[in-house]
């Protein structure tokens, strides 16, 4: 789509900048991804272990557990180790993080499409070669030409 709405002699300008935003992308995406969401996640995590009814035990072994290796750390307890019975809470505090972390995916994609489509008001300059030439077609006219049938006479 963007070397299809640029000049051709701007084909190759237009081939980088799509290679670099989305090379940007797969870069940037899932650590913001992963920051959001295990930041979150870590927040939920702490709130929810502090209005629990656990015991203490297990309490006060989920939270050094879980300020060593954040709530993945308390979810991937095997069953029986102190601190594995706040799983649900991490597991629950996970889920919560990831949320909001695909809220925000979803909120950066309507940005980027608002834009692009902001970007493509007015896109359409009636120079299709980018030779500084309008197009010679009429409002009216399909554009496309015909040609004659074989041995026909030309005008």
């Known amino acids: 789509m963007a070397l299809g709405s640029v000049p051709p002699h701007l084909a190759g300008m237009a081939s980088a900048t799509t290679n670099m935003l989305r090379d940007l992308g797969f870069a940037l995406g899932p650590v913001v991804v992963g920051a959001v969401a295990l930041s979150g996640a870590g927040s939920a995590f702490a709130t929810n272990l502090s209005g629990t009814v656990l015991p203490a035990a297990e309490t006060a072994a989920a939270r050094e557990i879980a300020a060593a290796g954040g709530p993945i750390a308390v979810n991937s307890l095997p069953q029986g ?10 597991l629950d505090a996970l889920g919560s993080g990831f949320s909001t972390a695909f809220l925000v995916c979803a909120a950066a994609a309507a940005v980027a499409a608002a834009l692009t489509a902001i970007g493509m008001i007015g896109l359409h300059t009636g120079d299709p070669v980018g030779d500084g030439v309008p197009s010679p077609v009429s409002p009216g006219h399909s554009g496309r030409t015909v040609k004659p049938a074989a041995g026909a006479a030309r005008p």
């Open 81 to 90: 180790v102190p601190g594995s019975a706040a799983h649900g809470l991490a």
